[in-house]
């Protein structure tokens, strides 16, 4: 049975090679190539490319398919199509993230958000990066053991609880983000990791079992509250990056700055 991939793919397995044998075709063609070059530019030795541009590549592995976008130049939705189409069946679109570290442009443009609080999570919510102010209002990444760096089982512990009056509210929609991404990368090894351990903390348990009926939305208002700043409402925002990182922002600064005037 065919299954929408949400690329305008399918996985029948006719309707795949013949739509991976357009798309080879028509961009040798655009580049003026002959199969011969083309295999050349690919990496591949010439019978395997040509079988390839027939539909039947899928004993290629991921790393070897995305030489072959890169020697034809295949980027964006492009390459996103070419990669599900030549893959094996039963790759998602999320099996094609390319993991990375934040780069120096992104690190700049959480300091520059300084006095809201901005950190740089994966696609498993372990912290990468964090502006000053996360350990201002919450606390400091960088004197938590790495393997505890992360910003879901934060939210299970007292430290957390002092820090939002909606805390509830809160862990319930972190734990519904977790189990969405598991369903939709039941493989990927860092989210069971992290399910794995939400689900041996008593508290994490029960929310993991209750199933939140919502999954939140990108931004959201929470009630935060500091020893030093006192309480009052705050826009939290969510936003996704390149390579499977999340952008969380706290936009704190008015809490910060009435308390500075004061």
Known sequence: MACDLGLGTTHSDDVRSTQLSGLLTARRQALGLTAEQAARATGL?????????RGAGHDIGLDGLR???GGLGLTGRLRETFLLLAAEPGVSPYDLVERRRPTVEELAHIDLMDPNSALITDHAWNVLAANASVARLFADPARTPRRDRNLVLWLL???AERRFADIGEVRADAVARVRSALAHIPADDRLQALAGRITADPLGARLWRARSPRLPSQAYARRLRHPLYGEASVLVTTSRLPGGLHLVVHHAAHLIQSTAQR
Do not use: G, I, N, S
């Not at 030795?45 to 541009?53: F, G, I, N, Q």
């Open 67 to 69: 030489a072959v976008a």
């Open 45 to 53: 030795p010439e019978h395997r490319y040509a079988a390839l541009e």
């Open 157 to 159: 512990t007292e430290d």
